[in-house]
């Protein structure tokens, strides 16, 4: 059974620098592309960030480029999540997600193309 669990977010105020981070066990971490997308109780499941399966290729969309920064340890079995400048509407749950898709060049923006879910991470960023 593969399991993602994230770690790292927290309370933070305007500004602020935060590392996530999402262990995947029970799989073959290197075989997926990998996923970060954030969800608060008003607005729907928003991407973030993806990452293919040797981390050559990362997408953003514009909201998070040049502050956030998708990254993986295949030896380690974790993704990670840099966040830089954090903003109040950043605050959302963080998750992280795993796709066995094998097409492309590994980006996948769509969370319908993901197969595995962390539990999410609560990030927090006060004015």
């Known amino acids: 059974q593969v399991q993602l669990v994230e770690s790292g977010g927290g309370l933070v105020h305007t500004g602020d620098s935060l590392r996530l981070s999402c262990v995947v066990s029970g799989g073959s971490f290197s075989s997926y592309a990998m996923g970060w997308f954030r969800q608060t109780p008003v607005k729907e499941r928003e991407f973030v960030a993806c990452i293919s399966w040797s981390g050559d290729n990362t997408h953003y969309p514009n909201s998070v480029k040049g502050r956030f920064t998708i990254s993986r340890d295949n030896a380690k079995n974790t993704l990670y999540l840099q966040v830089n400048s954090l903003k109040p509407e950043d605050t959302a749950v963080y998750c992280c997600?795993?796709?066995?898709?094998?097409?492309?060049?590994?980006?996948?923006?769509?969370?319908?193309?993901?197969?595995?879910w962390g539990q999410g991470n609560q990030v927090t960023v006060s004015s």
């Open positions: 997600a795993a796709s066995t898709l094998d097409y492309g060049i590994g980006l996948y923006p769509g969370s319908n193309d993901y197969d595995y």
